[in-house]
């Protein structure tokens, strides 16, 4: 079947605005009931809690995050205002985690990543939501994920976003979290989106538990 250069365009353009709507109402789970259970099968309840930059600090808060990211916010994924939604995971009355998505610019468009964290803020579990190209399922697969469970804000410090790379002291290993793909461009969000969302949970949940260890390798 032949598509007009007319359809075409607008097939684009409507991808173009969910985007752009997507990214602006944050980044919710699709089904919250069955995601919920899958990440903590012990789960007995959950409550959505709605945080934003621009409401918990506005340009201060904005600036001191970036500082932490190692790069700017920048284009219709990340703007101040967006809300977003931390799933705050009971089991009966006491809490044992918490689930947080981030947007993230890809090769082809928006990504979706999520990652479920104890009460300590270590990633439990890693998961892509959204992701649109020819490898989306060697990112979604069991051995990419499980290269994320047990790290936290500690050790995402050391990867720099700009350098796009792990930079570790003499002797010391980092996290090894290979790409599967061998086209890095997807890879490369991937890991500054966990890095973004793990900022992210400090400054709204863990009550920057974690900045001690950036202001470390600052001095």
């Known amino acids: 079947m032949k598509i007009s250069a007319f359809s075409f365009l ?3 353009a409507l991808l173009f605005f969910a985007d752009i709507a997507q990214a602006a109402t944050g980044c919710d789970l699709n089904d919250p009931d069955r995601d919920v259970k899958r990440l903590f099968p012990e789960s007995t309840g959950y409550k959505a809690y709605y945080y934003s930059i621009s409401k918990k600090g506005g340009d201060a808060l904005l600036k001191k995050i970036e500082e932490r990211l190692g790069d700017k916010f920048k284009g219709i994924y990340e703007t101040a205002d967006v809300p977003n939604t931390v799933y705050e995971i009971r089991v009966k009355d006491k809490i044992t985690g918490y689930i947080h998505g981030v947007n993230q610019k890809g090769k082809y468009g928006g990504i979706q990543v999520f990652l479920a964290f104890d009460t300590g803020g270590t990633i439990r579990s890693f998961y892509i939501q959204k992701l649109t190209g020819k490898d989306a399922a060697l990112f979604r697969a069991p051995a990419f994920d499980r290269q994320f469970e047990g790290l936290s804000l500690k ?15 003499p002797k010391m290993s980092g996290p ?7 086209s890095p461009d997807d ?20 009550n920057n538990g974690f900045l001690k260890y950036f202001e470390k390798l600052e001095n």
């Open 176 to 182: 090894a979290i290979k790409d599967p793909t061998g």
């Open 155 to 169: 050790d995402f410090y050391r990867y720099s976003v700009a350098r796009r790379l792990f930079i570790m002291p």
């Open 10 to 12: 607008l097939i684009l």
């Open 187 to 206: 890879y490369f969000a991937i890991l500054r989106a966990v890095k973004k969302n793990l900022i992210l949970m400090d400054e709204y949940i863990f």
